[in-house]
């Protein structure tokens, strides 16, 4: 039984549509639907928390390699030059989603890379666009 929607949830089982870079049985790493710059991935707990402030300590150990590897994925499978890598606690401080998730927004130095010059920032991209920048990252991350 179903005792809430969550949108995270969801997309964790592979009911609710979504780009996934990385699986495993404790996280899932997948593309940011409104991303700030291309290759924003989101990275989650498979298990629902609200929030960092309200997450199991072991889990918040857990996910940390999980997202310094998307991190290295992010950046070798788009050549971006550094990323941010942050999570927004509350309403107030732009949490949209309340089931915990990490950014890891790519950034140039020259920035955006004109193979995405169609790109606007927050604005779905195709789901051409999306699988492109998918798969780089997800081949990068084997
Ligand atoms: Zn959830």
């Known amino acids: 039984m179903k005792s809430f929607v969550c949108l995270f949830c969801d997309i964790v089982r592979g009911e609710a549509k979504s780009f996934v870079v990385y699986r495993d049985s404790d996280y899932t790493a997948f593309l940011d639907r409104y991303p700030i710059s291309p290759g924003h991935t989101l990275v989650v707990p498979n298990r629902h928390f609200q929030d960092y402030v309200s997450t199991d300590e072991d889990v918040l150990m857990g996910i940390q390699p999980v997202i310094r590897r998307v991190a290295r994925g992010v950046m070798k499978g ?8 942050g999570t927004n606690v509350g309403r107030s401080a732009g949490q949209v989603i ?7 927004i790519p950034t140039w130095s020259k ?14 991209m195709s789901d051409e666009e999306f ?3 998918r798969s780089a990252i997800a081949e990068a991350l084997m």
């Not at 309340?98 to 890891?104: A, Q, S």
């Open 78 to 85: 788009l050549g971006a030059d550094g990323v941010r890598i």
């Open 98 to 104: 309340f089931h915990l998730h990490f950014h890891v």
């Open 131 to 133: 699988e492109i920048v």
């Open 111 to 124: 920035g955006i890379p004109p193979r995405f010059n169609s790109f606007v920032p927050r604005k779905e």
